[in-house]
């Protein structure tokens, strides 16, 4: 399975950006699909996780109530809503997958390439 993350940029304080994340396999929609992020001077950071069977959806708590994650089974297309972006949001963004549940970078065994955010005050 190959992922594709895209959708990133540069943004205000209090802006959205909406990701995406494309994978190219039929199998996509029995993958649990996560994001992550990281910064130059931290791990990978768990993000959000949507779950394949139920679409349940987690958060960090750093993002709850600010990030939505959703997908399109279809399209084969997970997103990330993020809105009211604040600064220490800027980070570089990785959609991932796996076929169980998992919010541990480690455990997951398809990576897209990573997209940037940046968040200006």
């Known amino acids: 399975v190959q992922l594709q993350a895209c959708g990133g940029g540069l943004v205000q304080a209090g802006d959205s950006l909406r990701l995406s994340c494309a994978a190219s396999a039929g199998a996509f929609s029995r993958l649990h699909i996560g994001w992550f992020r990281q910064t130059p001077d931290n791990e990978r950071e768990f993000v959000s996780l949507i779950v394949w069977g139920s679409g349940s959806t987690y958060y960090a708590d750093s993002v709850k109530g600010r990030f939505t994650v959703s997908r399109d089974i279809a399209r084969k297309t997970a997103y990330l809503q993020m809105n009211n972006l604040k600064p220490e949001d800027t980070a570089v963004y990785y959609c991932?997958?796996?076929?169980?549940?998992?919010?541990?970078?480690?455990?997951?065994?398809?990576w897209g390439q990573g997209t940037e955010v940046t968040v200006s005050s």
């Open positions: 991932a997958g796996v076929w169980r549940f998992a919010t541990l970078s480690n455990d997951y065994l398809f």
